[in-house]
């Protein structure tokens, strides 16, 4: 079968959850499916990257996005019913450029990742299936119970109309795909029930436990550090968690590592207990740095593959009720807590009790040596794009 996958970023190099899972699809899909990758883009594409992607696909389209119309977009959705983070990646021009692709191409069926990328889907014949991937409604709402100031309002309007349109764009796919059992469950959709979990997958050869002698910190936090959830968790950490770790432990030294770390971020160094690495080449080096994986995260949406990676490698760690939702460990392989104090309270439990940190490593591995792997979660996509065939009506809906 031929696949026209619908991209709105290059996946590689694998910086962003999104681009994480699609390349991994694409890895798992490419070796019974000809792949055919349209991918947005701002910045010029490396060859390295290119290459890393190619090798999965028959031919990759790279569709460079125009700064003028970004803004223009964004400046429409002020009254269009796009929500923002769709009209950011519309641009008629590509959309004229994707039509005259499947034309020449004839691919069986499309992959389309994520709403943003719906809108262009408009004007072709053939069946599609969209991955909603995570519900960014409800992201959105988290996001805006949390914000501040004149952020709060813009926020909540933007998550009612991303409701709106994760409803609308239902009736344009013939499947839809989400990442998760309780994003599913949060869609604003009355045919929820229809839509399929296919979970993001670890590669557990890759991602595995290291010596104990690598832990340099006693407590750390991985991620895109410019991403606002994962800015909103480290700020968590530093200014209302670590105080009372530190008031018990005044050693007690924190990592915060990942790429594009935002100004605020960056400050955090001015307590010398607090260490910010920026871009880490492997980062592997970064969850096997510390004792304790503490992963404050109260807003955002989907499955944290930072978790999964993490428990991957045998980490001991502490996460949001939110979180475990996401990504279904047992209680013997990841602690849960709810409020600064619970996650003070564990990480102190953590630090006191090496025969913990060690129990857990242990559970934390074996759980995710289950049916986790990569080729298990692309499995599932894979056979839900083949079992459907039947074109989907299509209604000018850009």
């Given at each position: 079968?031929?696949?026209?996958?619908?991209?709105?970023?290059?996946?590689?190099?694998?910086e962003?959850?999104?681009k994480?899972?699609?390349?991994?699809?694409?890895?798992?899909?490419?070796?019974?499916?000809?792949?055919?990758?349209c991918?947005?883009?701002?910045?010029?594409?490396?060859?390295?990257?290119?290459?890393?992607?190619?090798?999965?696909?028959?031919?990759?389209?790279?569709?460079?996005?125009?700064?003028?119309?970004?803004?223009?977009?964004?400046?429409?959705?002020?009254?269009?019913?796009?929500?923002?983070?769709?009209?950011?990646?519309?641009?008629?021009?590509?959309?004229?450029?994707?039509?005259?692709?499947?034309?020449?191409?004839?691919?069986?069926?499309?992959?389309?990742q994520?709403?943003?990328?719906?809108?262009?889907?408009?004007?072709?014949?053939?069946?599609?299936?969209?991955?909603?991937?995570?519900?960014?409604?409800?992201?959105?709402?988290?996001?805006?119970?949390?914000?501040?100031?004149?952020?709060?309002?813009?926020?909540?309007?933007?998550?009612?109309?991303?409701?709106?349109?994760?409803?609308?764009?239902?009736q344009?796919?013939?499947?839809?795909?989400?990442?998760?059992?309780?994003d599913?469950?949060?869609?604003?959709?009355?045919?929820?029930?229809?839509?399929?979990?296919?979970?993001?997958?670890?590669?557990?050869?890759?991602?595995?436990?290291?010596?104990?002698?690598n832990?340099?910190?006693?407590?750390?936090?991985?991620?895109?550090?410019?991403?606002?959830?994962?800015?909103?968790?480290?700020?968590?950490?530093?200014?209302?968690?670590?105080p009372?770790?530190?008031?018990?432990?005044?050693?007690?030294?924190?990592?915060?590592?990942?790429?594009?770390?935002?100004?605020?971020?960056?400050?955090?160094?001015?307590?010398?207990?607090?260490?910010?690495?920026?871009?880490?080449?492997?980062i592997?080096?970064a969850?096997?740095?510390?004792?304790?994986?503490?992963?404050?995260?109260?807003s955002?949406?989907?499955?944290?593959?930072?978790?999964?990676?993490?428990?991957?490698?045998?980490?001991?760690?502490?996460?949001?009720?939110?979180?475990q939702?996401?990504?279904?460990?047992?209680?013997?392989?990841?602690?849960?807590?709810?409020?600064?104090?619970?996650?003070?309270?564990?990480?102190?439990?953590?630090?006191?009790?090496?025969?913990?940190?060690a129990?857990?490593?242990?559970?934390?591995?074996?759980?995710?040596?289950?049916?986790?792997?990569?080729?298990?979660?692309?499995?599932?996509?894979?056979?839900?794009?083949?079992?459907?065939?039947?074109?989907?009506?299509?209604?000018?809906?850009?």
């Open positions: 079968m031929k696949i026209l996958v619908l991209a709105s970023r290059f996946p590689y190099p694998i962003k959850g999104d994480l899972r699609l390349y991994h699809q694409l890895r798992v899909l490419s070796r019974q499916h000809e792949i055919i990758l991918a947005l883009h701002t910045d010029p594409i490396q060859a390295a990257d290119l290459a890393a992607v190619s090798q999965y696909c028959q031919t990759v389209y790279l569709l460079r996005q125009r700064p003028v119309r970004i803004a223009w977009s964004l400046l429409s959705s002020l009254w269009g019913s796009m929500p923002a983070q769709t009209a950011y990646f519309w641009d008629p021009a590509l959309h004229r450029k994707i039509q005259e692709i499947a034309t020449r191409e004839q691919p069986d069926h499309v992959y389309c994520l709403i943003r990328m719906a809108p262009y889907i408009d004007g072709l014949t053939m069946s599609a299936t969209l991955d909603y991937m995570d519900c960014f409604s409800a992201g959105l709402g988290r996001n805006a119970r949390l914000a501040a100031g004149w952020v709060r309002p813009w926020l909540e309007a933007e998550a009612r109309k991303t409701a709106r349109y994760e409803q609308l764009v239902f344009w796919f013939g499947s839809h795909t989400v990442i998760s059992a309780a599913r469950d949060a869609l604003p959709l009355a045919e929820a029930h229809t839509v399929e979990v296919v979970p993001n997958g670890i590669d557990t050869a890759y991602f595995r436990p290291y010596p104990t002698e832990q340099r910190y006693d407590v750390m936090f991985v991620g895109n550090m410019g991403y606002m959830p994962n800015v909103q968790a480290a700020r968590c950490l530093v200014r209302e968690i670590m009372a770790v530190w008031a018990v432990r005044p050693d007690t030294t924190v990592l915060l590592a990942g790429a594009r770390p935002a100004p605020e971020v960056v400050a955090m160094q001015q307590d010398t207990r607090v260490t910010v690495s920026g871009w880490v080449e492997d592997r080096t969850y096997a740095a510390g004792r304790i994986l503490a992963a404050p995260i109260f955002g949406s989907g499955q944290q593959n930072k978790i999964l990676e993490a428990l991957a490698m045998g980490c001991c760690c502490v996460t949001t009720p939110q979180v939702a996401g990504i279904g460990a047992p209680p013997a392989a990841l602690m849960v807590a709810d409020t600064p104090q619970a996650f003070a309270a564990l990480i102190l439990r953590g630090l006191q009790d090496p025969a913990l940190r129990d857990m490593r242990r559970e934390a591995r074996s759980w995710v040596e289950g049916p986790h792997a990569w080729e298990h979660a692309a499995g599932l996509l894979c056979t839900l794009l083949e079992n459907t065939s039947t074109p989907t009506p299509k209604n000018g809906h850009t």
